[in-house]
């Protein structure tokens, strides 16, 4: 059986119903606090499940016979600087919960989500490899940071078969993204989508890099069903699709929403994109696993601008 903790996130939800998709819908546990459960509701079963109790955590996974778990949730970039202690708490305890009791209860195969944020200002801005320097400015980036860490110490010392990705931003029109920095490339379409202009909280030459959940969602399949001995990177894997700016974001848009307008009020997450490589180099998912990206911008774009459900106000 499989838990998926933090089920009704932006990542958790989707993740949630391609697992259910692939392995019935009785092979998958779905967990999440009852304040993020709201209109998922009846896809989970643990509504009390927080990672930093161990003890339910514990019960659930030895109740169930969990033989998997997906853990997914983290408080963000952007909410982790307002509540640091909370981010890390979440964060840290969660991840080190989960491993401790995967290695107790001999669960065969974790996943666990690192994200760009590692990389700092002193990281290469273009084109940012595997092995880059990785010095976070966020207690976001730093707490994944050291999960990493974490992940590849249980591997080396107890066999625990983790496994993490370094998402970029992920773009979805299922569940609404909950307090990150690249969320503005979500927020953008469901104001588009109501013919109303777009105020964006980044400068517009701010590139950065983005995917669409479907291609983070089959990487995250695809490397947890790769054999084991195809697996080099034990930290996290660099992970790409595409790169841009909100100016080249709304360019785009405009190609199917010609009369779509948009303005910059830059705020602190200014200060935390600027500390994040522009593009990635994800050349070791490509070689180890067969890593390939679909979706590009004007993919994007077509797909979101299809789907985003909004009230037209104008
Ligand atoms: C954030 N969406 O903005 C997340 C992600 C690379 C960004 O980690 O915090």
Excluded at 28 to 54: F, Q
Excluded at 65 to 73: E, G, N, V
Excluded at 138 to 161: A, H, N, P
Excluded at 295 to 309: A, H, L, R, S
Aim: aromatic residues 12%; glycine residues 6%.
């Amino acid at each position: 059986r499989i838990l998926v903790i933090g089920a009704c996130g932006q990542l958790g939800h989707e993740l949630t119903v391609a697992l259910k998709n692939k392995y019935g819908e009785k092979a998958i546990i779905a967990c999440d606090r009852l304040e993020y459960a709201k209109a998922n509701i009846k896809d989970v079963k643990y509504v009390k499940l927080d990672v930093m109790d161990k003890a339910y955590l514990q019960l659930v996974i030895v109740e169930e016979r969990i033989t998997q778990i997906y853990l997914l949730a983290a408080v963000l970039s952007a909410s982790g600087e307002k509540d640091p202690g909370m981010a890390w708490q979440v964060n840290m305890n969660g991840l080190l919960n989960v491993l401790d009791l995967s290695v107790s209860y001999q669960v065969e195969k974790v996943f666990w989500p690192s994200s760009i944020a590692v990389f700092g200002p002193e990281s290469p801005k273009e084109d940012c490899g595997q092995n880059a320097f990785t010095i976070p400015t966020t207690v976001y980036g730093i707490s994944k940071l050291s999960g990493e860490y974490w992940c590849r110490y249980y591997f080396e010392k107890f066999g625990l078969d983790v496994r993490s990705l370094r998402y970029p931003g992920l773009i979805s029109y299922k569940t609404l993204p909950g307090g990150g920095t690249t969320d503005y490339a979500v927020d953008i379409f469901y104001k588009a989508k109501a013919g109303e202009k777009y105020t964006c909280f980044l400068k517009s030459d701010t590139a950065l890099p983005m995917m669409f959940m479907d291609d983070a969602v089959k990487a995250t399949l695809d490397l947890m069903e790769t054999q084991k001995e195809n697996i080099s990177i034990r930290t996290s894997y660099n992970l790409a699709a595409v790169s841009f700016t909100p100016s080249e974001l709304a360019t785009a848009i405009r190609k199917v929403e010609p009369n779509f307008e948009i303005s910059y009020e830059p705020d602190f997450r200014q200060e935390i994109a600027d500390g994040w490589p522009a593009s990635i180099n994800d050349n070791v998912a490509r070689e180890d696993w067969g890593w390939l990206p679909r979706f590009g911008t004007d993919e994007i774009v077509n797909v979101m601008m299809e789907n985003v459900k909004v009230e037209k106000t104008s």
